[in-house]
């Protein structure tokens, strides 16, 4: 399997707090990925890294900020978590894009937001 | 933006040969088509990909028909373990590159 790791695995937090979740790789590819999970939507997008301190918004991006300050390292934060962020987050990585890229992902962090 | 259709779920027994369809009638040009599997608490893994014809790997096929509109994953000898939820993606880049990941197909394997 890629070497993939979240943490933390699970997290619960209260409303109006500020949230980091960490995902680290050590298969030094480029591109990484923020999905979350709820039921009924698949996965969608939140935001993705094209390199070291370059990212850019996916589909659900509000609410949420990302950075990547090393390869190997890509935060998401929630700074002020919401109910509607409970969700099952996953980062995920690829060596390249276009459309035909191989998705490697972790293991997902659950996170609830009370 | 490529859309995906896939059933909502799909039950079978162990040993049987599953196919499992994905319509895409929006596909562009240079997209792929990508197929991974969940199981519960983990993330997707990737399973199979194609362009067009025909593709095989140790776990699956993949079918695509001339016009790419669609696509089918074809499970051979199922066992309880390929219980999971199967996602088709296509391959979709615009200006805020994204792949489109639809609700999937879960996919139930009785004894």
């Known amino acids: 399997d890629a070497g993939i790791t979240q943490s933390p695995r699970h997290k619960v937090t209260e409303t109006g707090t500020p949230v980091t979740l960490r995902c680290h790789q050590t298969?030094?590819?480029?591109?990484m990925y923020w999905y979350r999970q709820d039921p009924g939507h698949g996965l969608r997008l939140i935001h993705y890294s094209y390199g070291v301190k370059d990212t850019d918004k996916g589909e659900v991006s509000d609410g949420y900020s990302v950075s990547r300050s090393k390869t190997e390292d890509f935060l998401l934060t929630l700074e002020s978590a919401t109910s509607s962020q409970t969700s099952v987050y996953f980062c995920?990585?690829?060596?390249?894009?276009?459309?035909?890229?191989?998705?490697?992902f972790g293991s997902g962090t659950q996170l609830s937001v009370l | 933006l490529a859309k995906t259709t896939q059933p909502i779920s799909m039950d079978s027994y162990e040993g049987q040969e599953v196919n499992i369809t994905c319509s895409h009638n929006?596909?562009?040009?240079?997209?792929?088509i990508t197929w991974y599997q969940q199981f519960p608490s983990q993330g997707p893994r990737f399973i199979i990909q194609g362009y067009k014809t025909k593709v095989t790997n140790e776990v699956a096929s993949l079918f695509i028909p001339a016009d790419r509109k669609s696509s089918t994953l074809s499970l051979p000898r199922v066992s309880l373990s390929d219980t999971a939820v199967y996602y088709c993606l296509v391959g979709a880049q615009d200006s805020n590159y994204q792949l489109i990941w639809g609700a999937g197909t879960k996919l139930i394997i009785k004894p």
């Open positions: 929006n596909i562009a040009t240079n997209d792929y």
């Open positions: 995920a990585i690829s060596e390249s894009t276009g459309g035909h890229e191989k998705l490697f």
């Open positions: 298969e030094n590819h480029r591109y």
